[in-house]
Nanobody
Framework: QVQLVESGGGLVQAGGSLRLSCVAS????????MGWYRQAPGKQRELVAT???????NYADSVKGRFTISRDNAKNIVYLQMNSLKPEDTAVYYC????????WGQGTQVTVSS
C-alpha cells in the first residue's frame, strides 16, 4: 500500500507561482513512477508532469516551460513548481504513484484568478 498526501494549493493571481508537494508513505520501494495530474470542472483528468520508471520527465504541452517536477528521494516527496500561472491552470491537482497498481492522493485545489 502507498499513501499520497498533496499540499500547497491555493488562490493566486495570474502570473503568480505555487509549489505543490506530494508526500509518499507506505511501500515506497515498490513505486515505479510518480506524477501530477489535474482535473478542471467538467473536464477529464489530464497529465501535467510525471517521472517515468526510468527517471525521465514528461510534461503536458500546456505547461512546458512553466512547470517543473522534481523530487526529494530522501524525504519521499515529489514537487510541482508552477510559474507563470494562467486562469486555465485552475483545477484540482492530484499526485499519483505506480506500483503494481495505481494510487492517487486526495487532491489539492489550485485557483488562478485573472
Amino acid at each position: 500500500q502507498v499513501q499520497l498526501v498533496e499540499s500547497g494549493g491555493g488562490l493566486v493571481q495570474a502570473g503568480g507561482s505555487l509549489r505543490l508537494s506530494c508526500v509518499a508513505s507506505g511501500s515506497i520501494s515498490s513505486i515505479n513512477a510518480m506524477g501530477w495530474y489535474r482535473q478542471a470542472p467538467g473536464k477529464q483528468r489530464e497529465l501535467v508532469a510525471t517521472f517515468t520508471s526510468s527517471g525521465s520527465t514528461n510534461y503536458a504541452d500546456s505547461v512546458k516551460g512553466r512547470f517543473t517536477i522534481s523530487r526529494d528521494n530522501a524525504k519521499n516527496i515529489v514537487y510541482l513548481q508552477m510559474n507563470s500561472l494562467k486562469p486555465e491552470d485552475t483545477a484540482v491537482y492530484y499526485c499519483n504513484a505506480w506500483t503494481l497498481r495505481l494510487y492517487w492522493g486526495q487532491g489539492t485545489q489550485v485557483t488562478v484568478s485573472s
